[in-house]
Structures are given as structure tokens and as C-alpha cells.
């Protein structure tokens, strides 16, 4: 094989090599192919980023469901984690919440299909 060819070779395996490591993530959590997503009230919410809001009131609980990207979990698996939930000043519970430890820690999560975002979020985001 030439030098030219080795040269390819090599840079094929670094080129694999940084793509397997990439989903890997520095602060323990899983980084691959799993959404966000709470479920709170038989609703399913998922994050948004680059939302300003004000944490309201302390509404209950909601469970982190698992992450099952490979559809392979085994059922003896915890079902999720219990999150904290907080309304979102001037949002229903049904469109969007807060969920973390914390009010300070709480990320903005909004219960959607599709690709559409809710009125009520876009208008918080900047949006029409």
C-alpha cells in the first residue's frame, strides 16, 4: 500500500474514531439520540431552549422517563426519576411548566407535537 493510501486508511479510523466519542458527554448524562422529556398529568412536555421565564408556584411532581433510544430497556429498569414541577408565571399548566430541583434550576418544558411550538411559547421566546 503506498503512503498515500495509508494516509487515507488512518484518517478513515481518526474519522470513525471521533465519531463514536462524540455523543459522549462530560457530566455523566447521556448524550445520545434521547430527547428531554417530562411527563406531568397524562401530558407529555418536552424542553425549549432559549425561553425567558419566571418561575411561579410549586405545583407537585413528574417523572423523568428513562432513556430507551435502542427500545431495548429491560422492564426491571427504574421506570424514570420524580422531578419537581412549577408553573410558568403567565402560562397554563397545559402548555408549559418548570421542572428541577430547584425554582432556580428549573428548565422550561412545553407540552407539544410536531414541530409547532404554542403560541403562548413562541410569544415568550420573541416570536409572532
Not at 407535537?113 to 411559547?121: F, N, Q, R
Request: overall charge negative; some cysteine.
Amino acid at each position: 500500500m503506498s503512503w498515500v493510501g495509508r494516509a487515507m486508511a488512518l484518517a478513515a479510523v481518526m474519522v470513525s474514531a471521533v465519531a463514536c466519542t462524540a455523543g459522549s458527554s462530560s457530566d455523566g448524562e447521556d448524550a445520545g439520540s434521547c430527547a428531554y422529556r417530562i411527563l406531568y398529568q397524562d401530558r407529555t412536555y418536552r424542553d425549549v431552549a432559549n425561553v425567558e421565564f419566571t418561575v411561579g408556584e410549586k405545583l407537585g411532581a413528574a417523572t423523568k422517563p428513562p432513556c430507551d433510544d435502542t427500545g431495548g430497556r429491560d422492564t426491571s429498569e427504574t421506570a424514570g426519576t420524580t422531578e419537581t414541577v412549577y408553573e410558568v408565571d403567565g402560562i397554563s399548566p397545559t402548555v408549559a411548566i418548570a421542572v428541577g430541583d430547584t425554582p432556580g434550576e428549573a428548565k422550561f418544558v412545553a407540552a407539544y407535537s410536531g414541530t409547532a411550538l404554542p403560541p403562548e411559547v413562541k410569544k415568550l421566546i420573541g416570536g409572532s
